[in-house]
């Protein structure tokens, strides 16, 4: 059996408009140095270093994935939005990533930039792969609003019997977890 791969689907390069840093040659070096087969550079709503990541990543022997992070609208969640990770599988998929960036800008900007309706992905679905699994993304959400009220809930307790759990004194707020910045070494 072959051994597994790693393979990063969610980098923001310093084409990101809002906390990229990594430089897309360098991150094509390094993914291509720790033996990795592809890289995909996900900047947020936008397409702005894709020539510069595709030449690099070529030249470092790995597959460039085309892709972009968004903030979607949905009438599910309200007011809140969520982050969703869209890539193109192909060509079609690259056409309809471009469309999604397209309409978000003529849209315009909300408080966190352009953003997206759910509804534009399922008529834009042709070619393209959906990644949720951000801490912001739509099934983590409502995972952390839970456990946001639960936590709450636990807090009111240990306070009304004067008790203050370990657990509780250690646990990072959910608001803080939201500001990391994570990038590529």
């Known amino acids: ?3 597994p791969r790693f393979v990063h689907l969610r980098v923001h390069s310093d084409y990101s408009m809002i906390d990229g840093l990594a430089k897309n040659r360098t991150a094509g070096k390094k993914s291509g140095a720790l033996g990795m087969p592809a890289l995909a550079i996900t900047d947020f709503t936008n397409l702005c270093g894709l020539v510069k990541f595709y030449g690099a990543g070529h030249g470092a022997g790995i597959k460039p994935i085309v892709g972009a992070d968004f903030h979607v609208q949905s009438e599910l ?14 060509n079609v998929g690259y056409q309809n990533l471009t469309l ?33 699994g951000a801490r912001m993304g739509d ?9 946001r009220r639960w936590l709450n809930s636990v807090s009111r307790f ?28």
């Open 1 to 3: 059996m072959a051994e």
């Open 77 to 90: 969640f309200g007011d809140e939005l969520t982050q969703l990770t869209v890539l193109a599988a192909n």
């Open 100 to 132: 999604l960036i397209s309409k978000a800008y003529q849209r315009g900007y909300g408080a966190a930039g352009p953003i997206i309706d759910r509804d534009w992905l399922i008529e834009l679905k042709e070619g393209l792969i959906l990644l949720s």
């Open 139 to 147: 099934v983590a959400v409502p995972c952390c609003a839970a456990t």
């Open 158 to 185: 240990m306070k009304s019997t004067s008790l203050t759990p370990i657990s509780l004194s250690l646990s990072v707020p959910v608001d803080r977890m939201k500001k990391r910045i994570y990038m590529l070494r």
